[in-house]
Nanobody
Framework: QVQLVESGGGLVQPGGSLRLSCTASEKIISIYTTGWFRQAPGKQRELVARITRSGRTNYADSVKGRFTISRDNAKNTVYLQMNSLKPEDTAVYYC?????????WGQGTQVTVSS
C-alpha cells in the first residue's frame, strides 16, 4: 500500500507564503498524476493543482498566478508553493496520486491564513 506523507502546513499571515511537500513511499510520483486538493470546514473537497505524468499542470481559477505545483522525481516528492495567501485559502490540504487503477491520498495538512 502506497503512503503519501504531507508536510509544510501551518499558520501564516495574509500575503505570506508556504510550501507543502508530499513524499510517496514508492516511486510513483513520476508516473502517476499527482495533485493537491483542499477542504475547508463545511465545504466539499476541491482540486487546487495537478501535474500529469507528462508534466502538464492545471490549477483552480482561485489560485492561478499564486500557487505553483512541481515535482522532484529523484526525491519522489511533489510540492505546492503557495504565495500571496488569503484567508479563503484556509483549509486542510491533501495530496493525491492516481492512475487508471489506483487512487492514493495523504492524511492532510492544515493551512491557516490569519492575522
Amino acid at each position: 500500500q502506497v503512503q503519501l506523507v504531507e508536510s509544510g502546513g501551518g499558520l501564516v499571515q495574509p500575503g505570506g507564503s508556504l510550501r507543502l511537500s508530499c513524499t510517496a513511499s514508492e516511486k510513483i510520483i513520476s508516473i502517476y498524476t499527482t495533485g493537491w486538493f483542499r477542504q475547508a470546514p463545511g465545504k466539499q473537497r476541491e482540486l487546487v493543482a495537478r501535474i500529469t505524468r507528462s508534466g502538464r499542470t492545471n490549477y483552480a481559477d482561485s489560485v492561478k498566478g499564486r500557487f505553483t505545483i512541481s515535482r522532484d522525481n529523484a526525491k519522489n516528492t511533489v510540492y505546492l508553493q503557495m504565495n500571496s495567501l488569503k484567508p479563503e485559502d484556509t483549509a486542510v490540504y491533501y495530496c493525491n496520486a492516481n492512475d487508471v487503477i489506483y487512487d492514493y491520498w495523504g492524511q492532510g495538512t492544515q493551512v491557516t491564513v490569519s492575522s
